[in-house]
């Protein structure tokens, strides 16, 4: 097929908007669909690297009542990693799908002691996975 390029130069915030492509030969003139353009700061980070709280609630026998295992937020969403921003740098429009979404960049494994109903000398343990940060991670 026939390969075209739209290339904004020196693209500014205020520059996000609705686009449309017009081509006009010989034979006639046609126009594109309108497309969505959003231009973001450099320094742009499409997920909240603080994880947001999600409490586990736990048995009454547990030394703690509920725990805070944390979650990204947009969970899952599409995102942009670092490395696919560079085609977007060198001013390249047609941008690949990403493979990418906001997801756990870091965890700890958590272990809350807990107590068996009616015997509190019998001891079992619930292994629980913390979200430490978040960020853009392959889904």
């Known amino acids: 097929g026939i390969k075209t390029d739209l290339s904004i130069a020196e693209a500014r915030l205020e520059d996000s908007g609705l686009y449309t492509c017009k081509a006009t030969n010989r034979a006639g003139t046609d126009l594109t669909e309108a497309v969505q353009v959003t231009v973001r700061e450099k320094k742009y980070e499409p997920c909240d690297s603080t994880p947001k709280t999600k409490l586990v609630p736990l048995s009454d ?54 107590r068996t109903p009616g015997n509190v000398s019998n001891e079992y343990k619930i292994p629980l996975t913390k979200t430490i940060s978040c960020g853009c991670v392959r889904c």
Request: net charge negative.
């Open 61 to 114: 026998a547990c030394d703690q009542k509920s725990v805070d295992i944390g979650e990204c937020a947009n969970n899952r969403s599409p995102c942009l990693e670092k490395s696919q921003f560079l085609d977007v740098f060198k001013e390249q429009c047609a941008d690949q799908s990403s493979s990418f979404c906001c997801g756990p960049l870091e965890t700890k494994s958590i272990v809350v002691k807990c």
